[in-house]
């Protein structure tokens, strides 16, 4: 699996303790990786980072992504050899809230990431990820291509948007064929799964209210989306990476990887609304209600419909979504439903063989990434 790249390398995620970062060390782990990961704190309670005591199986290391003395220190300590970049302020709504934290953790914290590894020459391979939300939207039924403008008119996108811009200087002027690391960015949005707890995200605002047995406000539900399930990104980057690696250390690849940027996302048919995911989660869990809220994005622009093209990915990569929308709503919900149940299966458990049967899906479909 991703020829088999990370067993036995030293890996540094930033932004691990949050939802991706959770499942993302994860799946390291069981690739036999050794894993340090990088954060600020622990975003939400609960969190899948505490619940799965992740921080039993790492090395887990505390800062401020916009401390770049701190990181620098850190990944000298660490020597990782393969970093990804995931940590950021994730949410639109919360960037209208702080915009100056906002654009301090995603752009200058990418900054600083990009400056850590250019002062230590154990890495070899560098995963920057941003957002499907660093396109300039302009609400085209198409999806965006990786060529196509970047910005945005919310504090969030216009971070990623400038994120990306620092990365590519950085990969023109540094990171060119005669240095030790090859870097890329990567791009997805919508991800959704078990051990979410974010605000202002319609799944865990739906767990939440089904565990408690109450009524779930729907704050924009003709919004469109291209959902997928937390695996499917995770998937692209642990697949670029290895290939990034690869290319460092003078292996023969099909294409350049480095200096590029590739979307993550689900078939171009997998768009639905938020209602439709509400509908889907509803026929999971007995006993599910929602209502519409039909004031809560008064005074706050956040776009109704964005999609990537993948084509990249699959051309250069090989690399295609795994899971139909049916199949992530039944993915998400059994996570949850699980977790709330209790049982023998402690939330490292559910994550572990839910990432099992995904590479069981992607075996059949005889993805590359999985020789």
Known sequence: MFANC????????????????????????????????????????PS???????????HDFRGDVRDRKRLTAVMQTFQPEIVFHLAAQALVRASYADPAGTIETNAIGTLNVLEAVRATSSVRALVCITSDKAYRNVEWVWGYRETDAL??????????GCAEIIAHSYFASF????????CATSRAGNVIGGGDWAADRIVPDCARAW????AVEIRSPLATRPWQHVLEPLSGYLWLGSRLFAE????????????????????????????????????Q?????????????????????????????????????VLDFDTTMRFTAQWYERFYAGGSAGAYDITSLQIDEYCDFAAKRQLAWMR
């Not at 899948?48 to 790492?58: G, M, N, Q, V």
């Not at 910005?151 to 971070?159: E, I, K, Q, R, T």
């Open 6 to 45: 990370y067993k036995g390398r030293r890996v540094l995620v930033t932004g691990h303790t949050g939802f991706k970062g959770s499942w993302l060390i994860t799946w390291l782990l069981k690739l036999g990786a050794e894993v340090a990961g990088y954060s600020v704190g622990i975003p939400t309670s």
């Open 48 to 58: 899948l980072f505490e619940s799965a005591e992740l921080d039993r199986k790492i």
């Open 151 to 160: 910005g945005g008119d919310d504090p969030y996108s216009a971070s990623k």
């Open 175 to 182: 990171f060119h064929d005669d240095s030790a690391a090859r």
């Open 211 to 214: 565990n408690a047995k109450r």
């Open 248 to 283: 460092a250390n003078g292996q023969e690849c099909a294409f350049r990887y480095a200096g590029e940027s590739f979307n993550f996302g689900p078939s171009s048919d997998s768009s639905h609304t938020v209602a439709q995911v509400v509908e889907s989660l509803a026929a």
């Open 285 to 321: 869990w007995p006993g599910f209600e929602s209502k519409m809220d039909a004031l809560g994005q008064r005074g706050m622009k956040e776009c109704t419909l964005l999609k990537l093209c993948c084509d990249k990915a699959l051309a250069w990569l090989d690399w295609r979504a």
